[in-house]
């Protein structure tokens, strides 16, 4: 930056930008240097008195020389790719008027759905309601999605379908030390949510048995008495194995399953080919394993199931976790103490992000978009007729797809960089190119912003007051810590000054997030994520509540489910899951599968951490892990590089062969951009239930490139 950091003289406590933990920060500076570092906070009660190294290096990138500091138009070159960007700096209300002048023409020309808006899962729960709001109310647009699609999609399908409502985690993450038996499938949580170790530490010492599920050793699978090393795709067959050792050696809770449950008739029929045997020549797990696990599970007083995007991630990714979820309710282990079932988010606020808006299909307290009840309510609350809000749109990959169909024509990308997320990026890539508006609004020219026309700059976290949920439903508020640098604004301030430029002020007119907050309670009221008995008062005084908080008396919700679901007969769903296919399996030309995946020092699109010296440089390039096997079958040296080619490209990348992964897969990282984006190569079909794309396998084939 090119201006002295300026601390508020508000707060200098905050929350970790990164992870769904959202650990409590102190933020300080050296009044000789003008550093800017962090230290954790003891008075916020999820990960009390600790930080990881992104939270220790959280404050870095938002006092980087590369922030934007005054809106930016791109010079209109022969050609509108990355290659191609020249901007000229200009003034808030020539962008304004130019960006809505652009949109009433589109609109004019092709309708209201031309143009489509993209959030992000980091987003505060107020920017994220203004977001949802903005496109339906100021642009009458269907087309709105965001970034925690490819995130929590599937998860949240799969609880809407068992549990009749979608929060991540059924309890607190206190529970845990309770357990005495924890599943981790697909979730690295040393890496992606280093704070919330201490919680199965303490399980451990409690003398609980973890089972970790993943293709690979990671640094959680080191303290897991048991390591199922899975090839991706295998979820739903294992788990059947599981599920017909205990509903055939009679371990389930019978009780439980038929005072609280429907359809286990049909799951009994689904797993009764899936023995320990048959699994085992399906998987390679030795079926004594299969039979340790399902028995230790089920005969423990207490069991914890948690999943993450490992096994989310894929075509099949809602019936995987629906699976997971079977294991929860046959034995009875959730609603009470010690037990439960949870779905790790993975954004710093992938949680909240979806329960107020940016979703295609969703209104405010998780209200659908399609039920007329909804949709009266929600209208009431803005001030306009239901018929003026517009039906469901499309998932976030299918937004692009729509581009390609020509049915968009402008986007609004807020807080999300898609072209480094998305799957098969380089497709991508060319819908951006095509767009005839592209605005983005960030604090970086990333990647996606190399397209764009526009680039507006955004605040950091230290700079926004607002409101955050994590993963386990704790609703807390985040503090302004530091004072806006140059000409950037607010996110509420940039979507209130486009709907005024809209003509559609009237709808906008708050003076602080609290306003725009005490609105969100109001359209949340009566929903599943009621949010209406929480204020900003009380969640300073009591460091969180929990939703569903549906007065000012109520105490929150820590535990789900204790008395009953949330269907109308007040039971859960166990479904039946007969396994399917990928969508590309392996072959011949393409033997192997590519999988993705995070590093502890990193965060997404790499947008903020790459930018970031202290983590950067541990982690400053992707590293390719393979298998000895594949090692020395294309004969890999020292200095080598390996090349992975899928059906939609090519890329090549360093190495780390180790043992400690399914020999058949090959695992990338996907923070980076450019010629190091692993989404290159991943493929853009999506679950049919949840639209998630599948990021964890794709087939490739794997060269040795000579160093």
């Excluded at 010492?205 to 699978?221: C, E, G, H, L, W």
Aim: charged fraction near 20%; charge should be neutral.
């Amino acid at each position: 930056m090119k201006e002295a950091t300026t601390l508020s003289k508000l707060s200098n406590e905050t929350h970790c930008c990164f992870c769904s933990m959202q650990c409590g920060v102190e933020i300080s500076k050296d009044e000789n240097t003008g550093k800017l570092s962090s230290k954790p906070r003891q008075d916020f009660p999820v990960a009390t008195g600790r930080l990881c190294q992104k939270g220790f290096n959280v404050a870095e990138h938002a006092v980087h020389p590369d922030r934007l500091m005054y809106p930016l138009q791109r010079s209109y070159l022969e050609q509108k790719g990355p290659l191609a960007v020249e901007w000229n700096r200009t003034d808030w209300n020539s962008a304004y008027a130019d960006i809505t002048g652009r949109i009433k023409q589109l609109q004019r020309t092709y309708g209201d759905d031309a143009l489509a808006v993209y959030g992000g899962g980091s987003l505060t729960n107020e920017v994220s309601y203004l977001l949802g709001k903005f496109t339906r109310v100021a642009l009458h647009s269907k087309f709105i999605d965001y970034n925690g699609r490819y995130c929590m999609s599937s998860a949240a399908a799969a609880a809407n379908k068992a549990f009749g409502i979608d929060r991540g985690m059924s309890m607190p993450l206190s529970e845990l030390p309770h357990a005495r038996y924890i599943i981790l499938a697909g979730a690295n949580v040393a890496e992606c949510q280093p704070t919330m170790m201490p919680y199965l530490m303490e399980a451990k010492k409690n003398k609980a048995t973890i089972v970790t599920i993943d293709p690979r050793q990671t640094m959680t699978s080191k303290i897991s008495d048991i390591h199922v090393r899975l090839q991706p795709g295998f979820d739903s067959v294992f788990i059947n194995g599981l599920l017909h050792v205990i509903l055939n050696e009679n371990l389930g809770n019978l009780a439980y399953i038929n005072q609280k449950t429907t359809g286990i008739d049909e799951l009994r029929e689904a797993v009764e080919p899936y023995t320990p045997e048959y699994v085992e020549q399906l998987t390679g797990v030795m079926c004594a394993v299969t039979r340790t696990i399902a028995r230790g599970y089920a005969r423990a007083e207490t069991g914890i199931v948690l999943t993450a995007r490992g096994l989310e991630q894929q075509i099949n990714g809602v019936e995987n976790t629906l699976n997971y979820i079977n294991l929860s309710l046959v034995t009875g282990k959730i609603g009470r103490k010690g037990c439960g079932y949870g779905a790790i988010t993975g954004q710093a606020n992938g949680q909240g992000g979806r329960e107020h808006g940016q979703k295609a299909d969703q209104l405010p307290g998780y209200r659908m978009i399609d039920d007329p009840a909804a949709r009266a309510h929600v209208a009431g609350v803005w001030g306009i007729s239901p018929d003026e809000l517009p039906g469901k749109g499309v998932s976030a990959f299918e937004l692009f797809q729509k581009i390609d169909q020509g049915e968009i024509r402008g986007m609004i990308v807020l807080g999300s960089n898609p072209l480094v997320s998305s799957p098969d990026n380089q497709f991508v890539a060319q819908m951006l190119e095509k767009l005839d508006l592209l605005v983005v609004v960030d604090m970086f020219e990333t990647e996606t912003a190399k397209y764009a026309d526009w680039i507006l700059p955004s605040s950091s976290f230290l700079e926004a007051e607002g409101t955050l949920t994590n993963l386990e439903g704790r609703v807390f508020h985040r503090a302004q810590v530091m004072d806006l640098p140059g000409e950037c604004k607010l996110d509420i301030t940039i979507i209130k000054e486009l709907a005024e430029h809209l003509g559609k002020g009237g709808y906008f007119q708050y003076e602080s997030a609290e306003e725009v907050f005490a609105e969100l309670t109001r359209a949340s009221a009566g929903g599943k994520a009621d949010y209406s008995g929480i204020t900003y008062d009380r969640l300073k005084l009591e460091k969180g509540v929990f939703w569903p908080c549906p007065t000012i008396n109520h105490p929150g919700t820590p535990y789900m489910f204790k008395d009953g679901f949330h269907h109308t007969d007040g039971k859960a769903r166990i479904h039946g899951i007969t396994p399917k296919m990928p969508a590309e399996p392996i072959n011949r030309e393409y033997p192997y599968i590519l999988t993705t995946g995070r590093l502890a020092n990193h965060y997404l699109s790499g947008a903020q951490t790459r930018r970031t010296e202290g983590l950067n440089r541990k982690a400053p390039v992707p590293i390719a892990e393979v298998h000895p096997i594949i090692a020395q079958k294309i004969g890999l040296k020292l200095g080598d590089q390996i090349r992975l080619t899928s059906r939609r490209g090519s890329l090549s990348f360093h190495f780390k062969i180790t043992e400690g992964i399914h020999p058949t897969t090959i695992f990338v990282p996907f923070h980076w951009g450019d010629e190091l984006s692993i989404n290159r190569l991943t493929i853009g079909a999506i679950d049919p239930t949840s639209r998630m794309p599948e990021f964890k396998l794709c087939a490739v084939k794997v060269e040795r490139v000579e160093g």
